[in-house]
């Protein structure tokens, strides 16, 4: 809960904000703190996404961590490393309603409100299906914050339903936990930002800058009638920059190589999903072919497993500069280790030595590169019937490495499944059509003589390219500063310790 506070509370007048302390150190952190806050609103930057998925689930969003601590160096092990690598910014400490801020902390911990949380679960959430997925949409208009979130799940395969513990949508509360589908992908976030404004308006409280809510009910299908119908509507309401600072889901917290980190997402993968079918000639199943579009397809989906994605770190990228500022601030991280990623700048050697030592985590190797997964398939109607038609789909999800290649991202992603997927083509002697393009006529070079068909197309609507960066340095920078010294002042109230986390 305390994470939506963190993204609603921040909105008092800007120059009501102070240090909490006034030690020489702390009273330089209030001096930046008045700085960053000084920026006039027309000076602020156009709209920017922190769009990331819940830290339960596998996220395709990219998070930033920017180390706690002045300049200087550390010494651990023999290994020095620079602090000065992604600075974290002073905590943000409201003054003119400092009480409300410090009491939502000990509000969400005690058991009245525990109870109230079991309440929210009957009352403010009920489940319906829409266009195959469950979710509600709420969008309230408290304009200038703009705080965006996800209302619905992915639906449940029927004949798995009796195997949960508690059945998938009920939301059963067992005292302690909460149960089914999207208890934590993604619906904590929801009411957690539902609470956080439900108790500041019930102390009166009122933001300088207005609040914008958008819940959308479809994400988890395209976003189609949710997000994209939404979109159109704020833009009309508000212009096209009209927000200050938008605030989507974050990668979560927890502890890595001896340091507590937060991590705002700064960027995102894009995705495509890509379908391959294969069209074979029908007839009886007593007089089978060698392969049937089965057989084929299955094939297909070996071949495009045996071959996946080249993984790679980009210097400067989001994930790069991740494990930079833990070389540089986490103590526990293995000396071998850091010293390969302080070195990295500069050696290709050292790169790929810190690759092949973090890409042993296959979470990280996943959140680096371009994936896949294989998550749809189709094919035959009956046991005596040769099946004329197989179908796979294929989910990429896209590396934000490749923003900056010529060849936008998704059709390098296409290109790489077209390739690989040429030689069988040739032998099962089909002709080939990828994503609209004739790419082989059969082994024969005659379609007419080809056994059938193999073709490779974009499934339901489309795919999206990586989102661009949040800026989290330089002059565009304010609201990812705002974000981080406002978690960072959240962690110092409820642990008492000034520069324990890394943002």
Request: aromatic share 8%.
């Amino acid at each position: 809960m305390s994470s939506a506070v963190a993204l609603i509370a921040f909105v008092d007048n800007r120059s009501q904000y102070s240090a909490l302390r006034t030690t020489p150190s702390e009273a330089m952190a209030a001096n930046e703190t008045t700085r960053i806050l000084s920026v006039p609103t027309k000076l602020l930057p156009a709209p920017v996404s922190t769009q990331s998925q819940s830290r339960c689930s596998a996220t395709r969003a990219i998070g930033l961590l920017a180390a706690v601590g002045g300049a200087g160096t550390f010494d651990h092990g023999g290994t020095e490393a620079p602090t000065n690598i992604c600075p974290q910014v002073p905590e943000l400490i409201p003054q003119r309603n400092f009480d409300i801020w410090e009491s939502l902390g000990a509000t969400y911990d005690t058991d009245i409100f525990k109870a109230k949380a079991q309440r929210i679960k009957v009352l403010s959430l009920s489940f319906h299906s829409c266009f195959g997925v469950h979710g509600v949409e709420w969008s309230i208009v408290l304009t200038y914050l703009f705080v965006v979130w996800l209302a619905d799940v992915v639906p449940v395969e029927p004949t798995t339903v009796d195997k949960w513990t508690h059945p998938p949508f009920s939301g059963h509360f067992d005292g302690t936990y909460v149960w089914g589908r999207g208890s934590c992908d993604d619906k904590s976030g929801l009411i957690g930002i539902m609470s956080a404004i439900e108790t500041l308006l019930a102390t009166g409280y009122e933001p300088t800058r207005t609040v914008v809510l958008a819940f959308g009910f479809d994400e988890e299908s395209g976003g189609t009638y949710g997000a994209q119908t939404l979109a159109i509507e704020l833009e009309a309401m508000f212009g096209q920059n009209g927000y200050a600072m938008i605030v989507d889901e974050g990668g979560g917290y927890g502890e890595q190589y001896g340091r507590i980190l937060a991590m705002p997402g700064i960027a995102e993968k894009g995705s495509v999903n890509v379908r391959i079918e294969v069209s074979t000639p029908g007839g009886h199943s007593s007089l089978p072919p060698p392969h049937t579009s089965i057989g084929i397809l299955a094939e297909l989906l070996v071949k495009i497993e045996a071959n996946p994605f080249k993984v790679h770190l980009a210097r400067d990228s989001p994930p790069y500069r991740t494990i930079q500022c833990l070389a540089a601030h986490a103590p526990n991280m293995p000396d071998n280790l850091r010293r390969d990623i302080m070195a990295s700048a500069h050696s290709d050697k050292a790169l790929r030595a810190a690759e092949d030592a973090l890409f042993t985590n296959p979470a990280f190797k996943n959140l680096v590169g371009t994936t896949q997964a294989i998550d749809i398939i189709q094919g035959g109607v009956k046991v005596n019937a040769l099946p004329e038609q197989a179908w796979a789909v294929v989910n990429h999800r896209i590396s934000t490495e490749s923003i900056n290649c010529l060849k936008a991202p998704s059709a390098e992603t296409e290109a790489h499944d077209t390739d690989v997927l040429k030689s069988s083509a040739s032998r099962f002697n089909l002709t080939y059509t990828a994503f609209g393009k004739d790419v082989d006529s059969g082994n024969r070079g005659d379609a007419i003589l080809a056994y059938g068909n193999l073709t490779l197309s974009e499934a339901f609507e489309g795919g999206l390219e990586p989102a661009p960066t949040t800026p989290f340095e330089g002059d565009d920078a304010t609201p990812y500063r705002i974000l981080s010294g406002y978690l960072s002042s959240r962690h110092l109230i409820g642990t008492g310790i000034s520069g324990g986390i890394m943002m």
